[in-house]
C-alpha cells in the first residue's frame, strides 16, 4: 500500500485578482471536490498570472486531482510540469513516483522514490512507497529494507507495519509477519488489510480457526471485502465446514464480479472437474464442481 503526499498553495504570496479570481485559487486549492480543483486549477494555469513555485503548485494539485481519478497517465503530465518549475520539490516526486507504480511501472516509480529520498534523506512515507514498489517487483528482501527505514523514522505508521508484514509473509516467514500485522493493528484496530493479511498467514501456518477470526473481523469492518471471503472459505475448507466455505466463495465471487469467476472455471478446469467455458458465468456445472473439489483433498 502507497501513501500519498499533500502539498498546499502558498495563497498569502498571491496577488489579489477580486473575487472571480480568489474562487479560482480557492477551487485549485481545496481537497473536498476533484472537479472543482481540476477546473479551478486549469484556470489558474491559464491565466498567466501565476509563474515560479505558485505556478508549480497549481500543476501539483491538478496532478493529484488526476491521480484521485485514477488518470494517472494525466497526472504524470501534470507533475512533469511541476517538477520543471521546481525540481527541488521531493513531494512532487514521491506521487509522481504513486501514479506510475498505478501504471504499473514500478522501476520508473522507483526512480522518482530515489529522487524524492536524495531531496528528503528523512521521508518515511518516500521510503515505505519504494519498498512497495520493491515489493510489487518481487524483491522483498529489497522492500523490508526501507520499511525498516520508514518505520525508524516513523514508528507509528501502521500502514508500514502491514506492508513490510507482507513482504515477510511473501518470503514465507509467516510468524515474522504475524507480529508486524499484530502491530499494525496496534495502532489501527480498524485496519482492515492487516485483518486479512494476519489471517492469511495463520492459515499458512495451519491455524485455521484463528485465520477465520482475522477475516471475520475484516468482513464486518468491510462487508464488501472480497478477498477477505475468499481466503476464508479456504480455512472453513480446510476444517471440513463446506457449506460455509461454499457461501464465502460465492459471496467473493459475487462481490468481485467476472475475473474471480473465471479464476475458478480456470481452476477448476485444470484439476479436471469442469468442462463449460471460461465465462465468468456462475452457474450449476460450476457449483458442482466447486462441491466436488471443497470436498476432495487432492483438489
Avoid at 71 to 99: C, K, M, T, W
Avoid at 147 to 152: C, F, K, P, S, V
Avoid at 273 to 289: C, F, K, N, T, V
Amino acid at each position: 500500500m502507497r501513501q500519498f503526499l499533500i502539498i498546499a498553495l502558498v495563497v498569502a504570496v498571491l496577488t489579489p485578482w477580486g473575487a472571480a479570481r480568489s474562487d479560482m485559487v480557492d477551487d485549485c486549492e481545496q481537497l473536498d471536490d476533484v472537479a472543482s480543483t481540476i477546473s479551478g486549477c486549469t484556470a489558474v494555469i491559464q491565466s498567466g498570472q501565476w509563474s515560479g513555485d505558485d505556478l508549480a503548485t497549481a500543476f501539483y494539485n491538478r496532478g493529484n486531482a488526476y491521480a484521485d481519478l485514477g488518470q494517472h497517465s494525466r497526472a504524470i503530465q501534470d507533475y512533469d510540469e511541476s517538477l520543471l518549475l521546481d525540481p527541488s520539490d521531493a513531494v512532487a516526486f514521491n506521487n509522481r513516483g504513486n501514479a506510475y507504480a498505478d501504471l504499473g511501472q514500478h522501476s520508473r516509480a522507483i526512480q522518482d522514490y530515489d529522487e524524492a529520498l536524495r531531496l528528503d534523506p528523512n521521508d518515511a512515507v518516500a521510503f515505505n512507497n519504494r519498498g512497495t514498489a520493491y515489493a510489487d517487483l518481487g524483491q522483498h528482501n529489497r522492500a523490508i529494507q526501507d520499511y525498516d527505514e520508514a518505520l525508524r523514522l516513523d514508528p507509528n505508521d501502521a500502514v508500514a507495519f502491514n506492508n513490510r508484514g507482507f513482504a515477510y509473509a511473501n518470503l514465507g516467514h509467516h510468524s515474522r509477519a504475524i507480529q508486524d500485522y499484530d502491530e499494525a493493528l496496534r495502532l489501527d484496530p480498524s485496519y482492515t488489510t492487516a485483518y486479512s493479511n494476519r489471517g492469511l498467514s495463520y492459515a499458512h501456518l495451519g491455524q485455521y480457526s484463528r485465520a477465520i477470526l482475522d477475516y471475520d473481523a475484516a468482513v464486518r469492518l468491510d462487508p464488501n471485502f472480497g478477498y477477505a471471503y475468499h481466503n476464508r472459505g479456504f480455512s472453513q475448507e480446510y476444517l471440513g465446514n463446506f457449506d460455509q466455505a461454499m457461501r464465502d466463495w460465492e459471496r467473493a465471487m459475487e462481490l468481485n464480479g467476472a475475473p474471480r469467476v473465471m479464476q475458478w472455471q480456470e481452476f477448476l478446469k485444470s484439476k479436471g472437474l469442469y468442462a463449460g467455458p471460461i465465462d465468468g458465468i456462475y452457474g450449476p456445472e460450476m457449483r458442482r464442481a466447486m462441491e466436488a473439489c471443497a470436498k476432495d483433498p487432492a483438489c
